[in-house]
């Protein structure tokens, strides 16, 4: 019997309707809403039950606390040796790719709402989504190298799309995080704007796609990311399979641990 069960009923994502606008908030404060196993999993139910419900029109993603969503849990990661190659292959295409796959393809329109940091799989949460708007200093970025891994569960493939190619191999390569001012300007989000000036604006934009034709408007969605879905999809066959080669070497279990430990990492490039 799957957990949710009854409508919205899930144990790390927070769901709460008014009327056709669905909040789906990550709600693992404690850890910055970094996403966990059960997290993963449920993100792989949420959007095909969004994507049934007629009564929902719009769909705003945020994060409980002062983070939108820090990543992956990178003190799990740490102990990823424990598990086989190929369990964590499998993990990654069933859950990651599948998951942001789900998000693009589902028919309601996905507004975030980026109130804190949002790095790595946090910042590709983000950048799936239809319309972002994001606290002008809160934080995004993509840190997987940083960390030893390939940029694999979306960023290398929604970054170029959004801000070209070089500019995010700049970011991805150099793992540095921008303000929301800066993401804004390059063009990365929608729009940037003061905190507490945050949920009033997107509250404002939903309600305004709350009152589209629901069709016209799911149609549309479609047809503007049918190029985008396939370009993730081909990109994601490559990129998980490169993350998860990353994940077996020395220089990424010994970055895992470094960032638990808050130390420099020594890296050996192997």
């Known amino acids: 019997m799957p957990r949710n069960s009854k409508p919205y009923d899930y144990e790390t994502l927070k769901c709460e309707k008014n009327g056709h606008i669905l909040t789906i908030t990550m709600n693992r404060p404690e850890q910055l809403n970094a996403a966990n196993l ?8 949420i959007w095909d039950e969004v994507h049934r419900d007629n009564e929902v029109r719009v769909v ?7 983070a939108f969503c820090a990543g992956g849990d990178v003190g799990r990661m740490a102990k990823s040796e424990e598990n086989t190659l190929v369990d964590r292959w499998v993990h990654s295409i069933n859950t990651n790719r599948l998951n942001i796959m789900r998000q693009l393809e589902c028919n309601k329109p996905i507004i975030a709402k980026v109130n ?3 790095v790595g799989l946090g910042a590709s949460l983000a950048l799936a989504c239809d319309i972002v708007f994001i606290a002008d200093d809160a934080k995004i970025g993509d840190t997987h190298v940083k960390v030893g891994l390939v940029a694999g ?9 959004l801000v070209g190619f070089h500019r ?3 970011y991805l390569f150099g793992c540095d995080l921008m303000l929301g001012t800066e993401a804004a300007r390059i063009g990365l989000v929608n729009y940037a ?3 507490d000036q945050l949920d009033a604006k997107v509250q404002e934009f939903a309600e305004k796609l709350a009152n589209q034709p629901p069709l016209a408007l799911q ?7 049918s190029q985008l879905r396939a370009m993730v999809g081909v990109n994601m066959d490559v990129s998980l399979s490169m993350e998860h080669m990353s994940q077996s070497t020395e220089d990424h279990r010994e970055a ?5 430990e808050k130390r420099k990492p020594t890296l050996k490039g192997r």
């Open 116 to 118: 804190g940091p949002a």
């Open 168 to 170: 995010a191999k700049e």
């Open 153 to 161: 569960d979306g960023g290398s493939a929604l970054w170029p799309w």
């Open 193 to 195: 704007y003061p905190k």
């Open 38 to 45: 059960v997290m993963n999993e449920e993100f792989g139910r």
């Open 256 to 260: 895992s641990r470094a960032f638990k």
């Open 219 to 225: 149609w549309t969605k479609a047809a503007t990311n």
């Open 60 to 66: 705003i993603l945020t994060g409980a606390g002062r």
